[in-house]
């Protein structure tokens, strides 16, 4: 059976103008340049990268909710890139979002009944309202909360309360793709845990196929079978979770990998190599490999040839570098997985 | 290293005793901060740990004396050098806010102002406190600018706050909060908006700065991961009280209070196996209006007996262990049992069943 979506050649170009009437283009933000990756029925992909990566992006590009600038997406097999109307409603159908911030995507003045019940109504099932009553605290249920807590509004619930309310409305219409924008990281610590649990007992469940996007790597190899790192609008390193974390070969996820703090008081180590420098503008990417500028091993190579995402030699992961790490570097920069 | 929080040998450079603050609002009392002690011995890092509403930020703004202007209900000692700070005017208490004791905000874009140059604004934070001219004033700017990590100084300096990045504005308020050479330095969640390597260098720049210029620092954070690196004791505070603390050392190799259990197992490993299910703690923290009868943390407890609904813990001393103390009404040998099972992999159920206590204190 062929991949649930298949992303190929991904691009989004964002205008940079200037001037408010007559307004000139003056460059362009490249969020996202060029990003190919599948996504297999009922696995869970995560997409880990920082502030600006493309990676939040990339998904709005696959639910349709922004229009691409050039590449294609398939679902199940039929290419939805340009779709429209009563076709894209149709596909929105099998796609849903779950947003980052619980406070912003619930509409305050309606219960949170109506704001479940908003899928139906607009795809038109369950049109008898008892019937759909009856859904929705169903629903409710699923995700743990009070379905007597019907009629009530979202202020009258805590953050992660909150983010339930969104789980739920995400799943009424039975959804094959949910896509997951940094679901949790607005929440405390504890209440982290609680919304992650009942999102990998739904996924079981209901045999959904998971797209999980979030900065924190922990959280991201918790909850995925395979990760794509993002960098300034490409996919650096894509493959299992315990190939990437046990043995990333991109300089870039080692970086990242290191840089986690752990809590273990043992094993603090003040040595381990860190990344200088921020990211670099996406309006301005660097030529070839974009993390040259920052790269440890950067040779004279990356920055005149484009390293492409292949398996190289021995490799566990398809990996967009022309110099992977090798073990022992990995044991220098402190990834504690390594070996 | 030993646990100095409570009560050491060595004279504190900052001493909280039985802190309490209360603000009276229009639904009631809001007991923020509900008697916490605590010290921070010059040169050392102290972590506070708690989730949003545990009273973390509130204890820490009142020892700078900013919840003042809220109308708030101080009462307790906050003794910095032996000056009891909660007695002191509002203009004594500026003397010292920035000077000796200097804070850093969660948020760097908000706490820059927008219309001024980064550098202006540090040229204002040295000349507030020493009497120096403007020239010269610029001039440590731009030396603070360079100790913090920021490429070429003196040209930055004169840059806007919308021209630095965010690990760049992070290092300015930094800088800023390093313009008198504080004695204390308290950093208020100083990574969470930022990036995993931002955040990375940030914390490494703290401890180095802290190595170089022997400064307390209090850390205040929701993540364990930042305070195992950087702080030698670490006070867990939950619904406005500390109701663990110890070194940094202990609190991660023998926990003791259930809250803080819940914390370590909520939150997933980079290593280890996958199939290692979260331990999320049930419920959401309580309302510093209505707090719950007995120990405010039972509601959500899973190990919680009948007595526990109604007594009401106090910080005792862990027995065996001089510096660690634990709010908590389970007996030592349940607390070593329930977390020898968690280590093991067990639920909160099963662990009830291996040390003999009855479940939800039916």
Not at chain 1, 122 to 141: F, N, W, Y
Not at chain 1, 317 to 329: S, Y
Not at chain 2, 279 to 289: A, D, E, K
Not at chain 2, 305 to 332: I, N
Request: net charge negative.
């Amino acid at each position: 059976m062929s991949a649930l979506v298949e992303v190929r050649d991904l691009v989004k170009h964002f205008p940079l103008t200037r001037g408010i009437v007559l307004q000139r283009r003056f460059g362009e933000v490249k969020a996202v340049d060029g990003v190919s990756f599948d996504i297999e029925r009922g696995e869970t992909l995560g997409i880990v990268g920082e502030t600006g990566c493309g990676k939040s992006t990339t998904a709005r590009l696959i639910m349709r909710l922004l229009e691409s600038t050039s590449g294609s997406i398939k679902y199940e097999g039929r290419d939805i890139t340009r779709v429209k109307g009563a076709e894209l409603k149709a596909i929105r159908r099998d796609m849903q979002m779950i947003f980052q911030d619980p406070y912003s995507s619930l509409n305050p003045r309606k219960t949170v009944g109506s704001i479940i019940s908003e899928p139906f109504i607009i795809h038109r099932v369950e049109s008898d309202k008892a019937a759909r009553k009856l859904a929705v605290q169903e629903l409710m249920e699923t995700v743990g909360l009070n379905p007597e807590h019907y009629n009530r509004f979202p202020h009258e619930f805590s953050g992660g309360q909150r983010q339930r309310i969104g789980v739920a409305r995400a799943l009424a219409l039975k959804p094959k793709l949910l896509i997951a924008d940094e679901p949790v990281s607005a929440l405390d610590v504890s209440i982290q845990a609680q919304v992650l649990n009942l999102l990998r007992d739904l996924q079981r469940r209901f045999g959904l196929t998971v797209v999980f996007i979030a900065h924190d790597l922990s959280v991201v190899r918790h909850m995925c079978d395979r990760v794509a790192v993002m960098y300034l609008g490409k996919v650096v390193e894509l493959g299992g979770g315990d190939a990437l974390y046990g043995a990333p070969q991109h300089p870039y996820t080692g970086a990242l990998l290191a840089a986690v703090p752990v809590p273990d008081p043992a094993r603090h180590h003040t040595e381990r190599r860190l990344l200088t420098g921020d990211v670099p503008s996406p309006a301005n990417p660097p030529k070839a490999c974009r993390f040259h500028t920052r790269c440890p091993k950067a040779q004279e190579r990356c920055s005149v040839e484009e390293p492409l995402l292949r398996v190289p030699e021995g490799g566990r992961t398809e990996v967009a570098c022309h110099f992977p790490l090798t073990e022992g570097e990995l044991a220098q920069m402190g990834v504690r997985s390594a070996g | 290293m030993s646990s100095r929080t409570l009560a050491g040998t060595s004279e504190p450079l900052l001493r909280v005793e039985d802190l309490h603050v209360e603000f009276h609002t229009e639904d009631g009392v809001v007991h923020a901060v509900d008697g916490i002690t605590y010290q921070v011995l010059p040169g050392g890092t102290l972590g506070i740990v708690g989730e949003s509403g545990s009273g973390k930020t509130v204890s820490s703004l009142t020892t700078m004396g900013l919840t003042r202007p809220q109308g708030a209900h101080i009462s307790g000692r906050i003794l910095f050098e032996g000056r009891d700070l909660v007695t002191l005017s509002d203009a004594e208490m500026r003397k010292i806010r920035g000077n000796d004791i200097a804070m850093v905000f969660q948020d760097p874009l908000s706490s820059l102002h927008p219309f001024y140059k980064v550098g202006a604004q540090l040229i204002e934070a040295v000349r507030a406190h020493n009497d120096v001219s403007k020239s010269t004033a610029r001039e440590r700017a731009v030396d603070l600018l360079g100790l913090v990590g920021i490429p070429d100084p003196a040209r930055r300096i004169d840059d806007y706050p919308h021209e630095f990045s965010g690990g760049m504005r992070q290092r300015a308020m930094i800088a800023m909060a390093l313009a008198n050479e504080p004695k204390l330095l308290i950093a208020d969640e100083p990574t969470t908006a930022l990036d995993v390597t931002v955040q990375a260098q940030i914390l490494a720049l703290m401890e180095r700065l802290q190595r170089e210029l022997g400064m307390a620092i209090v850390i205040i954070t929701h993540d364990l991961g930042v305070v195992a690196e950087l702080a030698d004791d670490i006070a867990v505070m939950y619904a406005g009280r500390i109701v663990e603390t110890t070194s940094a050392e202990r609190l991660f190799e023998s926990p003791q209070h259930p809250y803080t259990w819940g914390l370590l197992k909520s939150i997933p490993s980079l290593e280890g196996s996958r199939e290692r299910e979260l331990v999320p703690i049930p419920g959401s923290p309580p309302s510093l209006i209505s707090r719950p009868r007995g120990c405010h943390f039972h509601p959500r407890c899973a190990y919680v007996q009948p007595e526990h609904k109604v007594v009401d813990p106090h910080l005792e001393q862990v027995p065996g262990e001089p510096d660690h103390h634990v709010a908590c009404l389970l007996s030592p040998e349940e607390r070593r049992g329930l977390w020898h099972a968690l280590q093991e992999g067990r639920t909160p159920h099963e662990a009830i069943e291996t040390v003999g206590l009855q479940e939800g204190g039916a």
